[in-house]
T-cell receptor
């Protein structure tokens, strides 16, 4: 079936280093892909999205890369900070605001 | 701007009991969503409202779950009777309405339900 999933369940990164969180998807019909950050006890928070006709988009300290050939999505966080510690979800959006979430990767930042 | 409000934040019940969750969306948001998030997984959409009408409830277990948004503002989600596998965080989210992007969907803090 159609799904959005993540390669790694937990990622530990030294403070100041760059983080790369990966995601595989199987549905080529998505309009765009989204990354969310979820801190403990809170709801998901939008980070950045990318339309399916793009291959790269940059935000503040974050970059999302989309490789449609291999159906792979990644989130790069530059100069990772302790406040970046959270669970990160990739998700897909196909019409009428319907968002389908993947499993999630826990990012642990080591001071 | 106030965010999406949910109550209660935590609830513990025994199986076969009933429970209800309440959500107050951001003022002016026409679209309201309920998600179920089981520990270690991503949120799963249960039901989506546009004003007081249901847009999508394809993943709502209708034999035990019900939701309403009678006046197009607040919403309640009910489980009756609860099962052990219903233990999860129930998230409410809202957005302005049709045509808005996913990043304009704002989530509340959720209600953590434990069924014993």
């Amino acid at each position: 079936g159609e799904s959005v999933g993540l390669h790694l369940p937990t990622l530990s990164v030294q403070e100041g280093d760059n983080s790369i969180i990966n995601c595989a998807y199987s549905n080529s019909a998505s309009d765009y892909f989204i990354w969310y950050k979820q801190e403990s006890g809170k709801g998901p928070q939008f980070i950045i999205d990318i339309r399916s006709n793009m291959d790269k988009r940059q935000g503040q300290r974050v970059t999302v890369l989309l490789n449609k050939t291999v159906k792979h999505l990644s989130l790069q966080i530059a100069a990772t900070q302790p406040g970046d510690s959270a669970v990160y979800f990739c998700a897909e959006n196909r019409g009428y605001q319907k968002v389908t979430f993947g499993i999630g990767t826990k990012l642990q930042v080591i001071p | 701007e106030a965010g999406v409000a949910q109550s209660p934040r935590y609830k513990i019940i025994e199986k076969r009991q009933s429970v209800a969750f309440w959500c107050n969306p951001i003022s002016g948001h026409a679209t309201l969503y309920w998600y179920q998030q089981i520990l270690g997984q991503g949120p799963k959409l249960l039901i989506q409202f546009q004003n007081n009408g249901v847009v999508d409830d394809s993943q709502l277990p209708k034999d035990r779950f019900s939701a309403e948004r009678l006046k197009g503002v607040d919403s309640t989600l009910k489980i009756q009777p609860a099962k052990l596998e219903d233990s999860a965080v129930y998230l409410c989210a809202s957005s302005l309405g049709p045509g808005t992007a996913a990043y304009e969907q704002y989530f509340g803090p959720g209600t953590r339900l434990t069924v014993t």
